[in-house]
């Protein structure tokens, strides 16, 4: 059974930061593309972060490029979201994905999602 478990989400002020993590079982890890989406309220989903089955390679959506950072443990089958310099509208769910294309950005399994609210 694929589980994609995501935690470390909850509430900040501006300019704080939080690291999201997200623990992955039921399939080979390694193999894997994994995404961070997020959804605020009224707005489409959208991709975050991606990070190559190696973790060689990363992609940022540019309103969290030099603020956010991917990375991930194969060891521990494990992604990880930081981000740091928190704004506003950063605010939404923030969903880990595993997609096998390296080239077709779909994701195929999805967690369930934490929350992320940043306010003063």
């Known amino acids: 059974q694929v589980r994609l478990v995501e935690s470390g989400g909850g509430l900040v002020q501006p300019g704080g930061s939080l690291r999201l993590s997200c623990a992955a079982s039921?399939?080979?890890?390694?193999?894997?593309?994994m995404y961070w989406h997020r959804q605020a309220p009224g707005k489409e989903r959208v991709v975050v972060a991606r990070?190559?089955?190696?973790?060689?390679?990363?992609n940022y959506a540019d309103s969290v490029k030099g603020r956010f950072t991917i990375s991930r443990d194969n060891t521990e089958n494990t992604v990880y979201l930081q981000m740091n310099n928190l704004k506003p509208e950063d605010t939404a769910v923030y969903y880990c994905a595993a997609g096998i294309h390296p080239t077709i950005w779909r994701s195929d399994y999805w967690g369930q999602g934490t929350q992320v609210a940043v306010s003063s």
């Open positions: 990070i190559l089955a190696s973790g060689a390679t990363t």
């Open positions: 039921g399939f080979i890890f390694s193999n894997y593309v």
